[in-house]
């Protein structure tokens, strides 16, 4: 899922192609893509683009008399910026946004269709559409640790909860907490202040981080390889492979249709956190460290 780094590239890219010029058409593919119709897409149409907004991961489009769009990418949804006239691609198209000056298509590689838009009117009811996540770029500590202590989540959970922090999945939690050396499984409520504060410089820096990457990666150009794999990641999409700062094996815990990288040597002291899938098959002789995972997989001796 596109998270904080992307969307603000995705918006900062849009201003000098998009802003202040006339929506032409928008061509929908997908009947799912449109979640709410007041006002009508119609009328945006024909109407100025006024600015974009970040809302936590999603792409606010503003226009004249408080109306907006707004657009979610979900897991895989993905904007291209193609020529003037530009057709909605195939299989995996959703839309068009026509312009003047070219057109920007949206994607979806999923047969989930997940991405959204929605229209508002009014700032009420843009509002509704904000899960109210602290952006951690613009807090200073003590609304931070405010926040990660409102509830005791493990701190994989409570870094991707959207109403909590604002603008961070899968991906930069990872690389977040393998920067503050600590375990995705510690509790919020159990951190010590300067766990705390680790956590949140490590929060700011990586994000800050990502964000000026993905802008010299892109250039005058359009976000063309959003992906939540990127090289120069420490843990995130590396498991099995070493950790960069300490040289010890990048693992994983994998729940649902998602998954947590992090490395043992830096974030666990040596100890294998628990994969739902093989604790369940080995349970008991589940390893607890680096050795006794090397130790299995070797097998018996001669």
């Not at 024909?46 to 707004?70: A, N, S, T």
């Not at 009117?121 to 613009?138: C, E, M």
């Not at 994000?207 to 005058?220: K, S």
């Amino acid at each position: 899922m596109p998270e904080l780094p992307d969307i603000t590239v995705y918006i900062e890219r849009l201003r000098p192609r998009v802003e202040g010029r006339v929506v032409r058409d928008i061509e929908l593919r997908s009947p799912f893509l449109l979640r709410s119709v007041d006002p009508p897409l119609a009328e945006f149409v024909g109407q100025p683009v006024r600015g974009f907004r970040r809302l936590g991961k999603r792409i606010v489009w503003c226009f004249d008399d408080e109306r907006f769009l707004i657009l979610h990418l979900m897991i895989a949804g993905r904007l291209y910026w193609k020529p003037p006239g530009a057709k909605v691609p195939g299989k995996v198209g959703l839309a068009a946004f026509h312009f003047d000056s070219g057109t920007l298509t949206l994607t979806e590689a999923s047969s989930k269709k997940r991405a959204s838009l929605h229209t508002a009117r009014g700032a009420a009811a843009l509002a509704r559409h904000d899960p109210g996540g602290l952006d951690v770029l613009t807090a200073d500590l003590a609304a931070f640790t405010a926040v990660l202590a409102r509830e005791n989540h493990t701190l994989k959970r409570a870094l991707t909860d959207p109403r909590l922090f604002d603008g961070i999945g899968n991906a930069f939690s990872d690389e977040i907490l393998h920067a503050a050396r600590l375990s995705p499984l510690a509790l919020t409520r159990g951190l010590k202040p300067d766990a705390v504060a680790r956590l949140f410089e490590a929060a700011r820096a990586t994000l800050t981080d990502w964000t000026e990457r993905l802008r010299a990666e892109v250039g005058d150009g359009f976000p063309e390889k959003v992906t939540a794999f990127r090289d120069g990641m420490a843990v995130h999409g590396r498991f099995g492979k070493p950790c960069p700062a300490c040289g010890a094996e990048v693992q994983r815990v994998r729940y649902a249709e998602n998954e947590t990288n992090y490395c043992p040597g830096c974030q666990t002291c040596g100890r294998l956190l628990a994969d739902r899938a093989l604790s369940r098959l080995l349970k008991d002789d589940w390893p607890r460290t680096q050795e006794e995972l090397e130790e299995i997989r070797r097998g018996p001796g001669p």
